[in-house]
């Protein structure tokens, strides 16, 4: 019997793979194709303080190999997710979930941290630090490392809960941000977020998102995320969660190779709404075939 359960900061998974944040919604569609129960864990829609409408449309354009969103955050604000969508999921969801939370301002930030982090179904806290900062001229929190310590740092102080930071790709040295926001406290990281990128219609000679530019998702990115993790893995001693552009069984073995205690299915599940369900059905064989018994002998392996 092939072991495959492994754990995050005390958080014990029954396998590796976690559905990522926005490609999962708050668990409720998903419940029509299968029982979610058998995912690791899932990490639920960015939520913010206040309910968000997300960008104007389009806001989705397609790629080779993935795709670009700029939806904005759309979500129903902290109060909504309290009071329904997460007792909705409690029903129903016995697995470990984390609570991917946003904000445009460190207080915003951390209110959303204090109020998610005390519901108790909630199992890890992971802070989305890709968002502009409305007090710095609009930079993302993720792409300076000062900022990304600071934010954690006021999050780690009112989470109730382990706080995994999720960091942006966007940045020149990955492993210097993901050395702050270690040091600022952060139990945890996940990475990567998307990259920034954009496409342009011919015919109108214009973006063709109405934002201009999203964040590019899907397996186009696999080798820029494993490559990162790659890097952070020697730069920390924190868990690492591993995502971008996973979509079989092969990739979740290979990001955890690279250093990844587990790891997330974003885009994959746009495409194919069975996708994490495939990936773990087809882990035990796979892990077979290379002679692997248990899960968690191959973390860090490629080092
Ligand atoms: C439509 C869409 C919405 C997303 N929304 C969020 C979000 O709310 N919070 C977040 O941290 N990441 C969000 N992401 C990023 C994904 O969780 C993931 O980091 C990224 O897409 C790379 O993984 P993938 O290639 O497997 O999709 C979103 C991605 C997509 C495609």
Same mark, same amino acid.
Do not use: W
């Given at each position: 019997?092939?072991?495959?359960?492994?754990?995050?900061?005390?958080?014990?998974?029954?396998?590796?793979?976690?559905?990522?944040?926005?490609?999962?919604?708050?668990?409720?569609?998903?419940?029509?194709?299968?029982?979610?129960?058998?995912?690791?864990?899932?990490?639920?829609?960015?939520?913010?303080?206040?309910?968000?409408?997300?960008?104007?449309?389009?806001?989705?354009?397609?790629t080779n190999g993935g795709m670009i969103n700029s939806v904005g955050l759309q979500n129903p604000g902290i109060e909504a997710v309290t009071a329904t969508e997460l007792p909705r999921l409690f029903a129903h969801y016995q697995q470990p979930l984390l609570a991917n939370i946003s904000g445009f301002s460190r207080e915003e930030y951390t209110a959303c941290c204090e109020q998610?982090? $005390?519901?108790?179904? @909630?199992?890890? =806290?992971?802070?989305?630090?890709?968002? /502009?900062?409305?007090?710095g001229g609009g930079m993302s929190f993720g792409a300076d490392a000062a900022c990304a310590a600071a934010v954690t740092a006021a999050c780690k102080a009112v989470c109730k809960k382990p706080l995994y930071v999720k960091l942006s790709p966007n940045v020149t040295n990955i492993a210097e941000i993901a050395k702050a926001v270690e040091a600022a406290g952060a139990d945890g990281l996940s990475l990567i977020n998307t990259l920034l990128a954009m496409r342009i219609n011919t015919k109108t000679r214009k973006p063709i998102l109405a934002n201009t530019f999203g964040g590019l998702s899907g397996p186009a990115?696999?080798?820029? $995320?494993?490559?990162? @993790?790659?890097? =952070?893995?020697?730069?920390?001693?924190? /868990?690492?969660?591993?995502?971008?552009?996973?979509?079989?069984?092969?990739?979740?073995?290979?990001?955890?190779?690279?250093?990844?205690?587990?790891?997330?299915?974003?885009?994959?599940?746009?495409?194919?709404?069975?996708?994490?369900?495939?990936?773990?059905?087809?882990?035990?064989?796979?892990?077979?075939?290379?002679?692997?018994e248990d899960i968690n002998e191959i973390i860090g392996a490629a080092h």
């Open positions: 019997m092939i072991n495959l359960s492994v754990t995050l900061s005390n958080v014990r998974l029954q396998n590796p793979v976690i559905a990522a944040s926005g490609c999962f919604g708050y668990g409720e569609e998903f419940r029509d194709f299968y029982d979610i129960n058998l995912l690791g864990a899932f990490s639920c829609k960015g939520t913010t303080l206040h309910p968000r409408f997300g960008n104007p449309t389009p806001r989705i354009a397609e998610i982090s $005390a519901i108790d179904g @909630v199992s890890i =806290v992971e802070l989305n630090i890709s968002c /502009p900062n409305v007090h990115i696999f080798p820029v $995320a494993l490559r990162m @993790v790659y890097q =952070v893995y020697d730069a920390v001693k924190i /868990p690492i969660i591993g995502l971008g552009g996973v979509s079989s069984a092969g990739d979740v073995i290979e990001m955890m190779m690279a250093g990844a205690s587990a790891v997330q299915v974003g885009a994959a599940t746009l495409t194919d709404p069975f996708a994490c369900k495939k990936i773990i059905d087809a882990l035990p064989e796979t892990l077979q075939t290379l002679g692997i």
